[in-house]
């Protein structure tokens, strides 16, 4: 992964084999890229590059971060449950967020045509972390599988490491083991991942 910025608006972010190739999605969308990062810099947001993507900061908290893709590109926000979304523009990363927390453009053209937009979330984002405000803790987790159930009952140690984790890990599990379509899957999936829950990690930790 890049770990200077300028590296991300002329070659990408490096995670994958299509970086500095006319291949490579940051390159395809440069100019939709440059105007966004232009409206974080007006924002008076400080740049900095984390996970090989440009991160926006203020007050010691993550604004937002921008990321681009193969048929899009986005502004994506930190703390989205704060976000109040007055112009309806906020939408889910995917079927499994909680929040509606990016901004999504198909064209570079359209970043300018809600630059006032832009330029408003990320104020009031940075009133937010100006203020310390955080969203309220989701201590929600999701129902669990059979298989996992069944696999706790038999193995006390791996009960007692899972009910360890907290809400936000425990779900990351429930989401990786629900999505495999069989019920041989899921039991293959908890064995792999039964030393990570040992360890105290999510689903998608190293």
Known sequence: MISEIEDYFTKGCGRCERFATPDCSVLAWQRGL????????????????????????????????????????????????????????????????????????????????????????????????????RPPKDDTVRELPDELIEAMDADPDLAEAFHALTPGRQTSYVIHLSSAKTSATRVARIVRARPKIMAGKGAMER
């Open 34 to 133: 440059t105007a966004l990062r232009g409206l974080c810099l007006a924002a008076v947001l400080t740049e900095t590059v984390k996970w090989g993507h440009p991160c926006y900061t203020h007050a010691g908290r993550n604004i937002a971060i921008i990321g681009a893709f193969r048929g899009d590109f986005r502004l994506s926000f930190f703390n989205a449950a704060l976000m109040k979304d007055p112009e309806g523009v906020l939408e889910k990363q995917g079927p499994n967020t909680r929040h509606a927390d990016m901004i999504r453009f198909t064209g570079n053209d359209q970043v300018a045509g809600r630059a006032w937009v832009i330029g408003a979330y990320l104020a009031e984002a940075k009133s937010y972390a100006e203020a310390g405000l």
